[in-house]
């Protein structure tokens, strides 16, 4: 089955900076690699996706980026505030009709003011 | 819609005692997973179903795990006997998927937080 791996378990910058966090996969077919943001004592909630058609997708200061050949993918925080401190998860699947997510481990961010 | 909810947010409950979790999928998702998250292990899928049949429960830990879905409305977890390292954070997400259309986004309900004593 699929394994995926994050890096960091923990990430602490300032206010203003860029935070990177970064994902590996291990199934080559996965082709659906979504990104959750997890806020205290909430259910993980989607902030951006990528398919494996595309290298690269980005929503005003969140971007993720994604190479196949490698097999990895990365969310790239820019601009961070207090309030995207939480919990990050990827994930990746395939692109079937019974097709679940494999999450990874999670990063905690801290961004301080 | 209110989005995926669940029941309760919190139990706590003794060891040998049979738990329930419940969850109530979006209106017209039919898809419907269970996860367990805990620090050590993060987030673990249980069970999946489509179309209120279940398609993958290898990850039920055991038998004392068992999910079921009579409607498409309505989902059960239950523990029996619950024990101490039962304890973790369950959470219940819906989709709707179609064969040969692109995934789309999960969504996750608030969660229940089971202690087990």
């Known amino acids: 089955g699929e394994n995926v791996e994050q890096h960091p378990s923990t990430l602490s910058v300032q206010e203003g900076d860029s935070a990177v966090i970064k994902c590996t996969y291990s199934d080559s077919a996965s082709n659906y690699f979504p990104w959750y943001k997890q806020e205290l004592g909430k259910g993980p909630q989607l902030i951006i996706d990528?398919?494996?058609?595309?290298g690269e997708k980005k929503d005003q200061r969140i971007a993720v980026t994604l190479n196949k050949t490698a097999k990895h993918f990365s969310l790239h925080i820019t601009e961070t505030q207090p309030e995207d401190s939480a919990v990050y998860f990827c994930a990746a699947s395939r692109n079937s009709g019974y097709s679940t997510l494999t999450f990874g481990k999670g990063t905690m961010l801290l961004v301080s003011p | 819609d209110a989005g995926v909810i669940q029941s309760p947010r919190h139990e706590v409950t003794e060891m040998g005692q049979e738990v329930t979790l419940r969850c109530k999928p979006i209106?017209?998702?039919?898809?419907l997973f269970w996860y367990r998250q805990t620090m050590m292990r993060g987030l673990e899928l249980l069970i999946y179903?489509?179309?209120?049949?279940?398609?993958?429960d290898s990850g039920m830990p055991e038998d004392r795990f068992s999910a079921k879905m009579p409607n498409a409305s309505f989902s059960t977890l239950k523990i029996q006997p619950s024990e101490p390292r039962d304890s973790a954070v369950y959470f219940c997400a819906s989709l709707k998927v179609s064969r040969g259309q692109r995934n789309t986004e999960a969504f996750f309900g608030q969660g229940t937080r089971l202690t087990v004593v």
């Open positions: 209106s017209g998702h039919n898809s």
């Open positions: 990528i398919r494996s058609n595309v």
């Open positions: 179903f489509n179309n209120n049949v279940p398609i993958d």
